[in-house]
């Protein structure tokens, strides 16, 4: 098989690749970028500049996955439950996606980078809605790697709207209920048309799925490190992928050695 450059130079600094395989470099990785309050509170800090941190640590391993080959990157950026913070930590979020729909897809364009969304827009406000909308235009015809926000989203509440739509179009008789089966049902789903996920990474220490693409990494291996994500790095991230090309992927089946 081939391997990987020995020497990856990313954002100036050079990382050690070279005993990674390009075959086994994972599609799309999913991501749950925990720890961004945590890591601003043990600096004596309000929340938001953890989130802030994490922003720049998302563009910083986004574009490790793009070195690396990888095809998609689902990143947790909002989700269904964390409206129940509170209102000031919702409001400034809302207020840091708003600032980063409008600074940064510049840098996502010019990089290559394709950007959608998953999660329920509806429940946004509508100047958040037409920047995620420009966001995606703008970066339409890009073809390298696609980078998908979960803002608003919850698996749960994607596996429901999924059900939803198919069920009325049974009733209209556009779909046979026979002929449904896991690959159509996974054209419903927000995540349709990437790649099945192969890896989630979670920072932060906690060891929970915290209703994130529950269909989607039904396969999936699972990383775990207690670091926060506004210190995790190209080197954890090239770390896990290294662990991930170590993994014995059966799929409910047996090992063939």
């Known amino acids: 098989m081939q391997k990987l450059p020995e020497q990856l130079i990313i954002e100036g600094k050079e990382y050690n690749a070279g005993d990674l395989f390009v075959e086994l470099i994972p ?4 991501v749950i970028m925990d720890g961004n309050g ?19 640590t998302l563009k910083l391993i986004v574009h490790t996955a793009s070195k690396l080959g990888i095809k998609a990157i689902t990143a947790y950026a909002f989700s269904t439950e964390n409206w129940k ?24 364009n010019q990089n290559n980078v394709k950007i959608i969304f998953s999660g329920d827009e509806t429940a946004l406000a509508d100047k958040l809605q037409k920047k995620m909308k420009n966001a995606v235009k703008t970066t339409a015809n890009n073809n390298g790697l696609v980078l998908n926000l979960a803002i608003n989203y919850g698996s749960r509440a994607e596996i429901v709207r999924a059900t939803k739509k198919i069920t009325q179009e049974v009733l ?27 890896l989630l990474i979670r920072p932060g220490g906690d060891m929970r799925i915290s209703n994130f693409l529950l ?15 506004p210190d995790f790095n190209p080197e954890l991230f090239i770390n896990a992928i290294r662990d991930f090309q170590k993994r014995d992927r059966r799929f409910g089946g047996l090992n063939s050695k």
């Open 38 to 56: 945590r890591w601003a509170t043990m600096r004596n800090q309000h929340r938001t500049t953890g989130h802030r941190a994490g922003a720049e």
């Open 215 to 229: 269909w989607q990494i039904a396969y999936a291996e699972i990383w775990l490190t207690p670091i926060f994500w």
């Open 85 to 108: 913070r509170p209102k000031l930590e919702v409001d400034l979020l809302m207020m840091l996606l708003d600032k980063y729909l409008t600074e940064e897809i510049d840098y996502w």
């Open 172 to 198: 209209e008789g556009r779909i046979v209920l026979e002929d449904l089966d896991e690959k159509h049902f996974g054209e419903y789903l927000y995540t349709s048309g990437l790649p099945e996920i192969d």
């Open 27 to 30: 599609k799309h990785v999913a």
